[in-house]
């Protein structure tokens, strides 16, 4: 643009940026994780005038993105993300690529240069809407004061489409530095509500299932609550079926008198051997379908006429479900299910993933929250997790690692009542390892057990199937973490959390009673063969 904006005058103190943030506090926002630059400091200006919107700072913009996904998932809000230009939103892409995966609703705040400026290609100019593209539901250019409310209202619309997702404004330092219109209305908040399923899908899925036959029922997405499950549950037992969730759910209730929900398997052929020859009605969740494509390996596991599309990702799944099992005949007596005992593994035995899992099994409390990442504990968890008091469990929607810690940030900040654990991967955790001193700063509620085995555990796994030596010395160079080993524990003492190395059963006890019940973070490095 050739004319510049008028500049901050002291006659009119409203500023764009007051108005922005109006506008996203009327319409539901309640936290921001920032980390801000040059080009934000009007909006770091009004977050200090304004006072209603925490703030979290965080070193790292993937930590900021992650966050606001655990936030998202654990609370059904809309969080901020406040970025500098570009660049700093593309090191928080790969957790918004996980954030996609689950439908969370999140509004990205990017500064950007000041529209007179741009045409001068400056070193931090980039082209941000094809960043953000990829990952946002809509990309909006605030291009003048004038536009901010429609701009907010906008975008939070576009969180609401289909299952939810993002949504961008990119805001340009002298829109939002300049006085704000004085007629501007902020929005009122826009609920996310799925959409209904229709009638007459209910009818076919009724008129197919009718029929005599083996059934899997596969839950997903707002299917994985307390009531879609036990919705899922009444009519797998009415079809004297299976229900199992998709392999990695955004969020999922587990455990106590829950009816145990079977995962999905990982790998192409375990899945097709899973589903054998049943039906699969899909309820909230997408087809089964291979993790990566595999030589002599179907990418779609459940042939189409083997698929009962009930509900679609974004669909009321519950809904659906109930009014499906009545159209059926009415809910089945399902006998309730009863804890499964648990007790402490052997004290002096050395830890293994299946020991940590157990005492966690033990200690868990009521109403927890886990934030999971990696195969090495993650597997055995979901195994396992109808044993544990009830609890909600996140998982990697997307496969981009670096998820579990900012997560679980995230959940503590959006239920600060309730326990947190982080089960995470050591490869995984050094992505976005300074989720820790956001951790020690906000004073967070989180234990973290990172399973310490010093390597890449699902590569190794993938060579093995693959028949590849893992002895060889290059394979070794590029699966094991171990030259030098990570001390863990001196990693987070450098981010203000506590920390301490278990290598026993009892050594895990101990840690994890400890922070289980600590005004704050824990690590505990779990030692792992």
């Known amino acids: 643009m050739d ?75 809309v969080p901020l993300t406040l970025l500098h230009l570009g660049p700093g939103f593309a090191n928080g892409i790969a957790n918004l690529h996980n954030a996609r995966r689950a439908g969370s609703r999140i ?93 007459g899908v209910i009818e076919a899925a009724a008129t197919t299932l009718a029929d005599p036959g083996e059934t899997i029922v596969l839950l997903g997405g707002n299917a994985l609550t307390e009531a879609g499950i036990r919705a899922g549950a009444a009519l797998a037992a009415g079809l004297g079926g299976r229900l199992l969730m998709e392999p990695y759910p955004p969020i999922v209730t587990l455990g106590g008198d829950l009816p145990v929900v079977e995962r999905q398997a990982y790998f192409p052929d375990d899945v097709i051997a899973q589903m054998g020859n049943a039906r699969v009605v899909l309820a909230g969740a997408r087809m089964p379908i291979s993790y990566f494509g595999y030589e002599g390996w179907p990418s779609q596991l459940v042939p189409d006429e083997r698929l009962v599309r009930l509900a679609e990702p974004g669909e009321d799944a519950v809904a659906a479900l109930d009014a499906l099992v009545t ?28 020991s940590v899992v157990e005492e966690l099994l033990v200690q868990l409390p009521q109403d927890a929250i886990i934030s999971l990442e990696g195969s090495t504990l993650g597997g055995p968890w979901l195994r396992n997790a109808h044993r544990a008091r009830r609890h909600r469990v996140m998982t990697n929607t997307g496969g981009a690692i670096g998820q579990g810690l900012p997560c679980a940030v995230g959940a503590a900040l959006a239920r600060p009542e309730a326990c947190v654990v982080s089960l995470q991967s050591d490869g995984s955790a050094q992505y976005t390892l300074q989720s820790l001193w956001t951790m020690a700063r906000e004073g967070l509620k989180v234990t973290v057990i990172v399973a310490a085995n010093h390597r ?74």
Do not use: M
């Not at 290609?121 to 082209?127: E, G, K």
């Not at 429609?150 to 002298?174: K, W």
């Not at 009415?330 to 005992?341: E, F």
């Not at 973490?481 to 450098?494: C, E, S």
């Open 3 to 77: 004319a510049q904006l008028t500049p901050t005058n002291t006659a009119n103190p409203r500023l764009g940026a007051d108005l922005l943030l109006d506008c996203l506090f009327k319409g539901g926002a309640r936290i921001c994780f920032a980390n801000p630059g040059t080009t934000e400091l009007a909006l770091v200006s009004a977050l200090a005038r304004d006072g209603r919107l925490r703030c979290v700072l965080s070193l790292f913009e993937g930590v900021c993105t992650g966050a606001a996904d655990g936030y998202a998932r654990v609370s059904g809000q």
């Open 456 to 529: 890449y555990a699902i590569l190794q796994t993938e060579l093995a199937r693959a028949a590849a030596p893992l002895d060889n010395a290059v394979i070794a160079n590029l699966t094991r973490l171990d030259k030098p080993r990570v001390d863990w524990v001196a990693l987070a003492q450098g981010y203000g959390v506590e920390a301490v190395c278990a290598t026993t059963n009892a050594e895990l006890a101990a840690a994890l009673r400890h922070g289980l019940t600590l005004d704050g973070p824990l690590l505990i490095q779990a030692e792992l063969p």
């Open 327 to 354: 159209r059926l005949g009415g809910t089945p007596a399902l006998a309730p299910q009863t804890a499964s005992p648990v007790a402490s593994p052997e004290p002096e035995a050395t830890l293994t993933p299946g």
């Open 107 to 199: 509004v990205n705040l990017i500064g950007d240069h000041a529209t007179w400026h741009l045409a001068f290609d400056a070193p931090l100019t980039s082209d941000i809407a094809s960043l953000a593209r990829p990952v946002s539901r809509e990309v909006i250019y605030l291009d003048s004061p004038d536009a901010i409310t429609s701009a907010v209202r906008q975008a939070f619309i576009a969180t609401n489409q289909a299952e939810g997702g993002a949504a961008t404004l990119v805001i340009p330092t002298d829109v939002v530095d300049a006085p704000a219109p004085a007629a501007a209305v902020p929005a009122e908040a826009i609920p996310y509500r799925p959409t209904p399923v229709a009638q």
